[in-house]
């Protein structure tokens, strides 16, 4: 148990290059999946809405999944 403690202390940590990914990689995914609000004429402000309700969702999403790829990574 001592050993994956360790490790997770050691590896667990995201490094510099990768919160630029992630971080990269959730805004194009927002900007993809809330693109697309629904409504037949464009309203700025409708669309702001949208799009910050989707960046929190794919941005629990994509941590999860990377806490996870780590975490079995171990």
Known sequence: MRNFA????????FNV???????ITVILL??????NDGNDTFNLSVWIGNFLIWLIIV???????????RFIGL
Do not use: C, M, N
């Open 30 to 35: 927002t900007f993809i999946v809330a693109f």
């Open 17 to 23: 290059s990768e919160i630029k990914s992630i971080t």
């Open 6 to 13: 360790d490790k997770i202390k050691r590896y667990f940590p």
């Open 59 to 69: 941005l629990i999403s994509v941590f999860i999944k990377q806490v996870g790829h």
